[in-house]
């Protein structure tokens, strides 16, 4: 996969085990999951449905696509890329303060997300004004 230019983002490849029955997807806690992993996620989104729209302050994310196809946005204040999450041996990695959206989901997608800290809703930036302002803040996270 071509590399990502977005800042905190890039692609961690997944170990993979083929045999005759398969393949085996290898997802390993601090290994090949650079984060302590706090919790999961599973979209099945509908087609033409998009999601995502805002920013985490701390959370990090790893994003696999079990099935079919979609395509994230990713910004991160300075420069805006598209990139296709389409299957389970590339996790798309995403740091914090980084907006994202997802959109053009195939009829079949499935995604599943990794992140390193439990559900906080006061750790979302939902409107994107304010996640350039956090930027233009000096945030000693970036």
Same mark, same amino acid.
């Given at each position: 996969m071509q590399a990502i230019t977005v800042a905190r983002c890039r692609w961690i490849p997944t170990e993979v085990h083929p045999s005759k029955g398969g393949e085996l997807f290898a997802i390993e806690n601090l290994k090949s999951i650079?984060?302590?992993?706090?919790?999961? =996620?599973? #979209?099945?989104?509908a087609e033409g449905s998009v999601r995502g729209e805002h920013a985490h302050r701390r959370l990090e994310q790893v994003w696999y696509c079990l099935s079919g196809s979609c395509k994230f946005l990713l910004d991160d204040g300075k420069t805006q890329e598209t990139v296709e999450v389409n299957t389970p041996n590339q996790g798309l990695y995403m740091g914090c303060y980084v907006w994202h959206r997802?959109?053009?989901?195939?009829?079949?997608? =499935?995604? #599943?997300?990794?992140?390193?800290?439990?559900?906080?809703p006061d750790e979302y930036i939902l409107d994107h004004s304010d996640f350039l302002s956090a930027l233009s803040d000096g945030n000693p996270l970036l």
């Open positions: 650079p984060f302590a992993i706090q919790k999961m =996620i599973v #979209i099945k989104a997802m959109f053009d989901f195939s009829a079949n997608c =499935i995604l #599943i997300a990794l992140g390193s800290d439990l559900h906080d």
